[in-house]
């Protein structure tokens, strides 16, 4: 009976680890962070549930990085429009060399939209629309947030855009996977190159290459951070 009663202990234990674990977080800085639910994010603000059932936003320029449904999205330096902005990258591979990626759907659904006040002479009425923007990327991508109404907003569906970072080497190149371009393979094949071409054995793999997948990438970044740790 002792023992029954010590794994079920165990379990409820477990349990409760594993709900935590579980949980979202924004990290605003070393040691500085809030657990909730993450609601949502349109790369420039996630907005998260805090345990309270109270909402809060956070711009991607004032804090670190966000936990979400188990995927890490860190804030990352990007040239938008000739400017230099901040926005949410998800993270695909870490290591000497990282591999993100971004979306252009919006993902945070419109705040619960406020009634109209009428009175005998005046109508008003008062309502707060999604966050979106249009948004521009490098090497001839474009990402459309576009701004819904609230009260027939749409999930749209959106398409995944990838960036290598490695540190030290300058800022991110893109990755264009999506790209409709003629030379979009030795635009990809010379990103890769750029970041990965220090190890010979994978830039000749690399070189070697005549179709590319994101796969494919993830592969060959993958194998330059485990040969280089």
Same mark, same amino acid.
């Given at each position: 009976?002792?023992?029954?009663?010590?794994?079920?202990?165990?379990?409820?234990? #477990?349990?409760?680890?594993?709900?935590?674990?579980?949980?979202?977080?924004?990290?605003?800085?070393?040691?500085?962070?809030?657990?909730?639910?993450?609601?949502?994010?349109?790369?420039?603000?996630?907005?998260?549930?805090?345990?309270?059932?109270?909402?809060?936003?956070?711009?991607?320029?004032?804090?670190?990085?966000?936990?979400?449904?188990?995927?890490?999205?860190?804030?990352?330096?990007? #040239?938008?429009?000739?400017?230099?902005?901040?926005?949410?990258?998800?993270?695909?591979? #870490?290591?000497?060399?990282?591999?993100?990626?971004?979306?252009?759907? +919006?993902?945070?659904?419109?705040?619960?939209?406020?009634?109209?006040?009428?009175?005998?002479?005046?109508?008003?009425?008062?309502?707060?629309?999604?966050?979106?923007?249009?948004?521009?990327?490098?090497?001839?991508?474009?990402?459309?947030?576009?701004?819904?109404?609230?009260?027939?907003?749409?999930?749209?569906?959106?398409?995944?855009?990838?960036?290598?970072?490695?540190?030290?080497?300058?800022?991110?190149?893109?990755?264009?996977?999506?790209?409709?371009?003629?030379?979009?393979?030795?635009?990809?094949?010379?990103? #890769?190159?750029?970041?990965?071409?220090?190890?010979?054995?994978?830039?000749?793999?690399?070189?070697?290459?005549?179709?590319?997948?994101?796969?494919?990438?993830?592969?060959?970044?993958?194998?330059? +951070?485990?040969?280089?740790?």
């Amino acid at each position: 009976m002792k023992s029954i009663k010590l794994s079920i202990l165990f379990f409820l234990l #477990l349990g409760i680890t594993v709900s935590v674990s579980a949980q979202d977080a924004v990290i605003i800085s070393e040691g500085n962070f809030v657990r909730g639910t993450v609601q949502g994010t349109n790369n420039a603000v996630v907005r998260i549930k805090l345990d309270d059932e109270s909402i809060a936003e956070y711009k991607a320029k004032d804090v670190q990085e966000f936990l979400w449904n188990g995927n890490t999205y860190v804030s990352r330096p990007i #040239l938008i429009r000739n400017n230099m902005e901040i926005r949410f990258f998800k993270v695909e591979e #870490l290591g000497a060399v990282n591999l993100y990626s971004i979306s252009s759907s +919006n993902t945070m659904t419109a705040p619960p939209r406020k009634r109209s006040r009428i009175t005998p002479s005046v109508g008003v009425g008062v309502g707060t629309g999604t966050y979106g923007s249009g948004v521009g990327f490098g090497g001839g991508i474009s990402i459309d947030l576009s701004k819904h109404r609230q009260d027939d907003y749409v999930q749209p569906v959106g398409r995944d855009f990838y960036y290598l970072e490695k540190p030290g080497t300058g800022p991110m190149v893109v990755i264009p996977i999506n790209s409709n371009a003629d030379d979009k393979t030795d635009q990809i094949r010379a990103a #890769l190159i750029q970041k990965l071409g220090d190890d010979q054995d994978l830039a000749g793999r690399i070189n070697q290459t005549e179709d590319f997948d994101i796969q494919g990438v993830k592969a060959y970044v993958n194998a330059y +951070n485990t040969a280089h740790k």
